[in-house]
Nanobody, 116 residues
Framework: QVQLVESGGGLVQPGGSLRLSCAAS????????MVWYRQAPGKQRQLVAS???????GYVDSVKGRFTISRDNAKNTVYLQMNSLNSEDTAVYYC??????????WGQGTQVTVSS
């Protein structure tokens, strides 16, 4: 099982930016697609962005043009660059493996709070 650790969350003002990181433990990280999900208070966990093992990306409509998912296979890390943040982006953000059959139990995530 691949261990995943999210980091990079915090408090940011509306319009600001954050970059989240997800470090994976396994050296065959490059074989997996990766995803970022988020869960706002009182809401279901929502898929935000995905990146396949060969670098194809996908985004939920609400973040298109603002968020960018990327990966560095040499560092076993996937990133989520978040720009033009607004209050609706406030949530706990989680990373996981794209392929359902290899998906981990959800970790603790990293809190993103957008507030003035």
């Amino acid at each position: 099982q691949v261990q995943l650790v999210e980091s990079g969350g915090g408090l940011v003002q509306p319009g600001g930016s954050l970059r989240l990181s997800c470090a994976a433990s396994k050296t065959i990280f490059s074989n997996y697609g990766m995803v970022w999900y988020r869960q706002a208070p009182g809401k279901q966990r929502q898929l935000v962005a995905s990146i396949t093992s060969d670098g194809r990306t996908g985004y939920v409509d609400s973040v298109k043009g603002r968020f960018t998912i990327s990966r560095d296979n040499a560092k076993n890390t996937v990133y989520l660059q978040m720009n033009s943040l607004n209050s609706e982006d406030t949530a706990v953000y989680y990373c996981n493996i794209l392929e359902i059959e290899y998906r981990n139990p959800w970790g603790q995530g990293t809190q993103v709070t957008v507030s003035s």
